[in-house]
């Protein structure tokens, strides 16, 4: 499908306020489809949809499915088959596409970098458009985070999940969850790490490496981590070329980081060494699809991360620093700690809402593990997202409290179901020069506008 194709093309994003969702919206709007769309709730994604003048509606209601038979429904792997708008898109014969498949779409219109991982895509793919936007080549892009991007003159910035450039370069963050990532055509294709982390998907690991392997076969290049176990993977998966990304004389430090990549001196501002290797992908990316090394080591100078990646929400009333974290796996609350430790502060307090009864279940031990590395660790209840409690009875976050208190050594740890009960022991809790990490892919980060006074009666 071309371009103009999409002219005239009527789609209703059924959870249009997704990250994914919202972003695949905006370029559709932008490339003259007729786009309209509802979610269960309010969010910044979807006032976003509404700011560029898409009909969102709040609230999921057959009546929202615009009239006539040539209406596309657009769903995710969230939305139940029998919400009321697909069970009247049914009804009236309308087609049904999935996020995955619009995506792939996209994907043929554009040179497309694509970056997939279990840990660090949205980071990765924000560094690509970053660095991309950097040099004037104003890619399109579509990533499951904001983009932060630093205001001029010391002005305040702006954020976003999706832009539509004049480039010739597609920039997208290829999901792993649902197999979706496999929809894609990109010209290059970047994998970050694999680690099984979507259980409920992949029966096993090995399934998990198959799937990653015909993602990167799609790709007309592949580049990899510079590493023993990515090298074995290739082998394994029938690879045979790739470009492999890395970097040396790495020091971190309290404002970011500093490394060599490419033979040339990289300064990053965003703190750990996962980010490392995130910048070092991304810029290998970026020298594959044209650009010089040389033009690239200053690209990510000014790059201010990604929403809810590691983002500073403010300081709360006793003067603590709260830093949100999208981290819902327990290597990636073990890297988000670590980077949280570079930073100089007193204490690391991490507050931790686990996502799916289904990981939480499987992962619990883990999960208390990776948080006993914190001086201090707080604990909410299971983020539900498409799972149902009755489904997993006994599965709540109180399994990762008491596998965080038995991992603790006598550091505290508390189970605080609620975000008014963690809010009230925070509030106690936290002193100056503490730094309180709240994390999880569910909407923890609430709990932390809240303690730093952002959420209006807190």
């Known amino acids: ?12 994003f ?9 972003g695949l919206a905006l370029i559709a709007d932008a490339l003259g489809a007729t786009v309209t769309g509802s979610d269960r709730a309010s969010s910044p994604y979807l006032e976003h949809v509404r700011a560029a003048g898409i009909e969102a509606i709040v609230g999921h209601d057959a009546a929202s499915v615009p009239p006539g038979g040539d209406v596309e429904l657009v769903v995710s792997t969230a939305i139940a088959t029998d919400n009321p708008e697909r069970a009247l898109g049914r009804e009236r014969g309308l087609r049904e596409i999935h996020r995955g498949a619009l995506l792939g779409e996209l994907s043929r219109l554009r040179r497309t970098i694509a970056i997939a991982g279990t ?19 104003d890619p399109t ?17 702006t954020r976003a999940n999706a832009a539509f450039g004049t480039g010739d370069w597609l920039v997208v963050e290829a999901d792993e969850s649902d197999r979706s990532f496999l929809e894609l055509a990109p010209e290059i294709a970047i994998v970050t790490n694999i680690e099984l982390d979507h259980h409920t998907t992949y029966a096993s690991h090995v399934e998990l490496e198959q799937a990653f392997g015909q993602f990167l076969r799609n790709g007309l290049r592949c580049v990899v981590a510079d590493t023993p176990p990515a090298e074995a993977f290739l082998d394994r998966v029938g690879i045979v070329e790739s470009a492999f990304y890395g970097a040396s004389e790495i020091e971190l430090r309290e404002d970011g980081s500093r490394f060599v990549w490419a033979g040339q001196p990289v300064a990053l501002p965003v703190p750990g060494a996962h980010n490392v290797a995130n910048a070092a992908a991304a810029l290998t990316a970026c020298v594959i699809a044209g650009a010089q090394p040389r033009a690239l080591a200053s690209a990510l100078a000014d790059f201010a991360g990604a929403g809810r990646r590691f983002e500073r929400l403010g300081e ?3 003067g603590a620093l709260v830093v949100d974290d999208y981290a ?12 949280a430790r570079t930073l100089g502060h007193r204490r690391v307090v991490a507050v931790f809402q686990p996502h799916l009864f289904s990981r939480t279940q499987l992962l619990a031990r883990e999960f208390g593990a990776a948080l006993a590395q914190a001086d201090a660790a707080v604990v909410l209840d299971v983020y539900p997202s498409r799972e149902r409690a009755e489904d997993f009875p006994g599965v709540t976050g109180l399994l990762v409290a008491e596998a965080a208190a038995d991992a603790a050594r006598g550091r505290p740890v508390a ?33 932390g506008r809240r ?8």
């Open 328 to 339: 819902h796996h327990p290597t990636e609350l073990r890297a988000t700690i670590s980077a």
């Open 451 to 458: 303690l730093v006074g952002a959420v209006a009666g807190a």
């Open 1 to 12: 499908m071309s371009a103009w194709e999409w002219e005239g093309r009527r789609l209703h």
């Open 415 to 447: 189970w605080t179901p609620d975000f008014d009960g963690a809010q009230r022991l925070l509030a106690q809790v936290l002193r100056p020069g503490d730094l309180c990490l709240v994390l999880g892919a569910g909407d923890v980060d609430e709990l």
């Open 14 to 22: 059924v959870g249009i306020g997704g990250a994914g969702m919202s």
């Open 119 to 137: 840990h660090g895509k949205t980071t990765t793919s924000s560094m690509v458009a970053h660095a991309l936007l950097a040099l004037g080549w």
């Open 141 to 157: 892009y579509v990533i499951g985070g904001e983009l932060r991007r630093p205001g001029a003159g010391g002005r305040s910035g």
């Open 316 to 318: 709360t009333a006793a």
